[in-house]
C-alpha cells in the first residue's frame, strides 16, 4: 500500500521510507540516481509484501561531498530533523516499525544517529536503517549504480558518455577531498573500468529487496505479538 493511496484508518503497520539524494553522478547518470534505486527496491520490497505501508521518498540528501559539482541537497541538522519529524508523525499516526531504504552513502551517519536516539525514545516504535549494498570498487556513479540503474531503467543510462568516463579517485574523497577535488569525472571506481554490468545490477538490488522484504516480515511478527 502507498500512503499517498490509502484512507486515514489504513495508516499503521509497517512503514517504507526511501532516502536518497539529489547529486550529479558523472556525465552518465541522473542526479536523482540513489533515490531511484532506494525507491524501486523500497516499491519492490512493498509488492512482496503488501500489508507494508510505502511512503514517499525523501530526495533531499546530505551530499556536503559534491561542492564544486551540481547537487540539491540539505545541512546534516536539516535531515536528521526532517527524518525525526516524519517518524514522530507517523507514529503518531500509528506506524510502529518503520524501515528506511537508504540509497546515499552521505546520510548514513545521520540516519544512525536518528536509529539509535528514536529506538532509545521509544518504547512501542522502532526504527530500521538499510542501506543498499555495496560491491568491490564502486564507492560513486561507478559499475553498481550504473549497472543497477540500467535494471531499474536504462534509458536514463547514457551509454554514450559513459565510454569518456575516468573512474580514477584521489584517496580521501568523502572524508577531507570532497568529488571535484578527488576525481576528473565525478565517478570513483577502484575498478578502473566503467561497464554495464545487468547481471550484477540485478543480483545486487535483488540482495537489497530480500533484506528488505525479511525486516518487513521480522517487524510483523513483532507487532502480532505485542498485540
Known sequence: MRLLDVKRDEVGGVGLLPTGSLEQHGPHLPMGTDCILSQYVAEEAAKE?????LFPALCYGVSLEHQGFPYVGVSG???MKLVREVLETSTSAGVRRTVIVNGHGGNEPYLKVVQREFNFSHREAKVYVHNLAT??????????ETSELYVVNRELVDSERMRSVDPSFREGIFERLGVKEATKDGVADSSGRLVVDEELGRRMLRTDVLRVVSLVREFLKELKGTA
Open 49 to 53: 509484501v503488501p500489508e507494508s505501508l
Open 77 to 79: 541538522e536539516t535531515f
Open 135 to 144: 560491491y568491490g570498487g564502486d564507492l560513486h556513479a561507478g559499475v553498481r
